[in-house]
């Protein structure tokens, strides 16, 4: 863990809180989920201690957190991200595009219903999963891949800008999701790999670039006061301590091999 220095006091006073976050326990089918990976078969009680880690993380930032039992008929459920994008006012319940996984919504729909009065869905035959979301200030980049397809794109773009944001659509190439290779920092600042590096939808924004070596890392998270990165990636952990951010460090190996990340893992708000 790194000292707050001068710049980091900045980045404090400009940060915008996350009050919740809400997670689901792995269940015991979690080790029969999809993957593209060739990494080997998840541990579950290895992941269960790495999900116990990354909830007392989310409480070390600060936030309140909502632990959603684990659904057996659902093995990818774990990854709540996809299933919703929040936002402080509204909340859109997805339509994720893999059909083993799109009745994880239901699961998912009570609990957003418990904090949110104003609730939109994205509708069949638009597909949207939530890790193809990356909101930076007011603007929504909305990621096209295999799961996330041009009419859900569209409908979220919709809703966004009757709510007053704005969306960009982003074609992806080679990435999983949107936010396998990029997040949002605050300050105008952004964690980007592979095809982002050099993307022209980003760059005006100041980069911290992962070497692509280290490409899982990108997908890191803010929450609050500190930046929740993978564990054993040195060099894209030093570029974040020397911006100016606190890191955690967790390690994620039972999630990576089921192309999971650490923001698959909560929905924050």
Known sequence: MSYMSSSERVIKEDNVMFKKTIVK????????????????????????????????ALKKCGTIVTEV????????????????????????????GALSRNGEIHDMEHVIKSFYESIYYIKSPGTLDGGDILQIEDRFFIGISARTNHVGAEQLKTILELEGYKGT????????HLKTGIAYLGNQTIVVAGEFVDHPEF????????????EYAANCIRVNDYVIIPAGYPV?????????????????SEFRKQDGGLSCLSLRF
């Open 169 to 176: 659509i982003v074609e992806l190439e080679k990435f999983f």
């Open 25 to 56: 326990i792995p269940s015991e089918s979690y080790v029969n989920g999809l993957t593209t990976s060739d990494l080997g078969r998840p541990n579950l009680e290895k992941a269960l201690e790495q999900h116990k880690a990354y909830i007392e």
């Open 203 to 214: 760059n005006k924004y100041q980069k911290i670039v992962v070497p692509p070596e280290e």
């Open 236 to 252: 894209t952990k030093h570029k974040i301590n020397d911006a100016g951010y606190q890191t955690i460090e967790l390690e994620m």
């Open 69 to 96: 039992p684990g659904n057996l008929q659902y093995p990818d459920s774990t990854f709540v991200e996809d299933t919703a994008v929040l936002t402080p006012n509204f909340a859109v319940i997805s339509n994720p």
